[in-house]
């Protein structure tokens, strides 16, 4: 519970929010039934349950574009009605909805609910006790929507720099480990729900430590970049390349038969005895190749590639071997 509230921002965002509306809106509700104001009780009963149910949904469907957007709707509309039911104390409701919003959902719907909010305030106008109060409410209002706009919008930015700099690797412009974990996770539940099929290839390049030390660490750097440009231009937009570590790298393909997988990998090895070098001559890799089986786990399929890797290296490096296949494929 805690890991998708880290990581996923406006889950949390709603999540606060409806924990803020039971504490907040409930005291009210039950002073307001005390008081026999009946219809004010109702309408915030009516909103702490809206938004409940709300946050129940985002956890349960994890669609929080959709509840996000019906909770920043109920939100402003609840506030918009308190406002027009109990009067001038109701206003003060909608400062905290007209910020949320623009968490809630994304900016454009955001604008145009929070200026729906005020203008209906306006239109009703039993809230307020005169013009200049009116006018004076929806200045502040905009300033508080264009405030809210600003830093959500600078946050979003944030967000995406640093989720960026999370699941990239700086060098190569690939996934990184992370990434791959998650990716992993999400094609062993899409085989399993669709069928589909899926290989993972575990590659390293041979000697590399090699090219570091005669050569520098620019060079090897100059190579690593150069191989996973050969490879994403030899591969398809579907297909994912992942660093997983120094000079290891894994690839996942989906929708692919043994017929086809051997068809590319052979292709690969092709491409990069062709055009991989370095200034000591050519530079060519081992592969470890596996196809997911039917109920098996992340870490197992990552497992029987790599022991499909050790067994190429082991063979004399410059090999494609093939998980549970006893045939080790030469350099072509």
């Known amino acids: 519970m805690f890991y998708r509230l880290k990581t996923d921002f406006r889950l949390s965002i709603i999540t606060l929010l409806a924990i803020s509306a039971i504490l907040g809106i409930t005291p009210f509700a039950v002073m307001r039934f005390l008081q026999g104001n009946l219809l004010a009780g109702i309408v915030d009963l009516t909103i702490m349950l809206a938004i409940t149910a709300g946050m129940l949904y985002a956890w349960i469907t994890g669609d929080t574009a959709r509840s996000g957007l019906a909770m920043a709707i109920m939100a402003c509309g609840g506030a918009v009605t308190v406002g027009a039911i109990v009067g001038e104390p109701g206003l003060f409701w ?26 209906a305030l306006m239109v009703h106008g ?94 090897g750097d100059d190579v690593l970049v150069e191989m996973v440009a050969l490879i994403e231009q030899n591969i398809r937009k579907s297909d994912q390349l992942f660093r997983f570590g120094g000079e290891e790298f894994v690839l996942l393909m989906s929708g692919v038969d043994e017929t086809g997988l051997r068809a590319v990998m052979h292709n690969l090895q092709h491409i990069m005895h062709k055009f991989l070098r370095h200034p000591g001559g050519q530079v060519t890799a081992s592969f470890g190749v596996a196809l997911l089986r039917a109920g098996e786990t992340p870490d197992d399929w990552l497992l029987r590639a790599d022991e499909a890797l050790y067994k190429a290296k082991d063979s004399g490096r410059d090999r494609i071997v093939y998980a549970d296949d006893t045939v080790v494929s030469g350099s072509a």
């Open 94 to 119: 909608l400062y905290p909805c007209l910020v949320t919003s623009f968490f809630l959902t994304e900016s454009r719907y955001a604008i145009f609910i929070n200026l729906a909010a005020v203008i």
């Open 126 to 219: 039993v809230a307020f006790s005169s013009a200049v109060q009116m006018w004076s409410f929806a200045a502040t209002a905009v300033v508080v929507s264009c405030c809210a706009y600003v830093f959500a919008h600078r946050n979003e930015n944030q967000r995406e720099r640093l989720e960026h700099l999370a699941t990239i690797d700086p060098l190569t412009g690939v996934k990184n480990r992370r990434s791959m974990d998650q990716e992993l996770s999400m094609a062993v539940a899409s085989a399993s729900r669709t069928g589909v099929s899926y290989a993972l290839v575990l590659l390293d390049i041979d000697y590399f430590k090699k090219i570091n030390d005669e050569h520098g660490h620019n060079v």
